[in-house]
């Protein structure tokens, strides 16, 4: 039995389960500007992906960078849903 698709499978939903929660508490802490953080983590895990040799952990690495990637774009969509009143508003941050 081939074991990988399901393990594959299983590190993706929960690299995306833990990406969530993550951009709310940046955004509610640090705000947009740090966007640069997830790029740099999706570039770090893309390098990294293409280093290894287990086709696992270079598709893990992979999802990961990915998903560092596509949390730039919800940092943004975050920022808007708090201006709705859809998630708090850091009281002791002050946007830049």
Known sequence: MNFTGIIIGVASFLCIGLF???VIKAEYYLGVRCWWMFLL???ACIAASLLVAEVILSTILGVVAFSAFWSILELFKQKERVAKG???KNPKREDL
Do not use: D, I, R, T
Request: no cysteine.
């Open 20 to 22: 969530h929660p993550v």
């Open 86 to 88: 859809w998630f708090p």
């Open 41 to 43: 983590l999706g570039v």
